[in-house]
């Protein structure tokens, strides 16, 4: 039986005395592929930074693999190396080149891991982690370069390695985005509309990646306007119109049969 990713309960998120967020519950089991879609303003995006705690809530509970970010002593840090989020407007580092912006994260990560490894084994806390036994900080940052080349050649963009994003197209962007989210190994990525910034002709290569990733059973929460995207391979879609979820079901349904008059009339447009 699969796990529960996210497990999200009663969920509040205000801007002052404005309510975006009235509690709002949602299950994410490994492997699935939830969309989310409603209009505008809807909170859509809002839940999705939630979950990995770029807003912090006002009430409820948020559980990502079985820890609750409303716990004190959780290391927001540590966990963010496992839900990986990929933006709307790409948020690559343009100052860097490309496999730079695919290797900064590992790399740091697992330095400040050999770091603490070493501390441990010095001051006699217990053994360092065996995957970083006798490793260098030049050895980490060879082997994240070779695992970032693999993944340019995933998406057919390693001739890209030594460029800057500023001479990319959209779409290569944020292909090169989700491959940096996949660099870090996450066990969920969060998509927040990944292809509204985009021109329509380049939507398609960012939505391809995305289908692959699904087909090979990665967990994703998906803010999107892309109901095509949303009947192909969402497991399930939900619904949120004006910080409530009105309607959540499998695709067909959802689709072929909607029951919520707010869902019937949003979907009557965008159809």
């Given at each position: ?31 699935e592929?939830l ?40 290391n ?40 603490k ?74 998509f927040?509309?990944?292809t ?76």
């Amino acid at each position: 039986m699969a796990e529960n990713k996210i497990v999200v309960k009663g969920l509040r998120k205000c801007y002052g005395e404005l309510e975006v967020l009235k509690k709002i519950d949602i299950e994410v089991t490994e492997g699935e592929v939830l969309c989310l879609i409603g209009p505008s303003g809807s909170g859509k995006s809002t839940l999705l930074r939630c979950l990995n705690r770029l807003e912090k809530s006002n009430g409820g509970e948020i559980w990502i693999n079985n820890q609750n970010l409303e716990n004190k002593n959780l290391n927001i840090n540590k966990l963010r190396e496992s839900i990986g989020m990929v933006f709307q407007h790409f948020n690559l580092f343009n100052n860097k080149t490309v496999i730079e912006n695919i290797m900064l994260a590992p790399v740091y990560t697992r330095c400040q891991d050999l770091k603490k490894a070493k501390r441990k084994k010095l001051f006699g806390k217990g053994g360092a982690d065996a995957s970083l036994a006798g490793l260098t900080k030049e050895q980490i940052k060879k082997e994240e370069k070779e695992k970032a080349i693999a993944l340019l050649k995933r998406i057919g963009l390693e001739d890209k390695a030594d460029v800057y994003p500023s001479t990319l197209s959209g779409g290569q962007k944020q292909r090169i985005a989700i491959v940096r989210a996949l660099a870090m190994d996450p066990d969920v990525i969060l998509f927040d509309e990944p292809t509204s910034a985009l021109d329509p002709e380049m939507v398609g290569e960012v939505l391809e990646l995305m289908k692959q990733l699904a087909s090979e059973g990665m967990t994703m929460v998906v803010v999107t306007h892309e109901m095509g995207f949303a009947k192909e391979v969402a497991s399930r879609v939900v619904f949120i119109d004006e910080g409530v979820i009105k309607e959540e079901a499998a695709p067909k349904e959802f689709f072929e049969n909607p029951k919520d008059a707010r869902l019937k009339e949003f979907l009557s447009k965008v159809l």
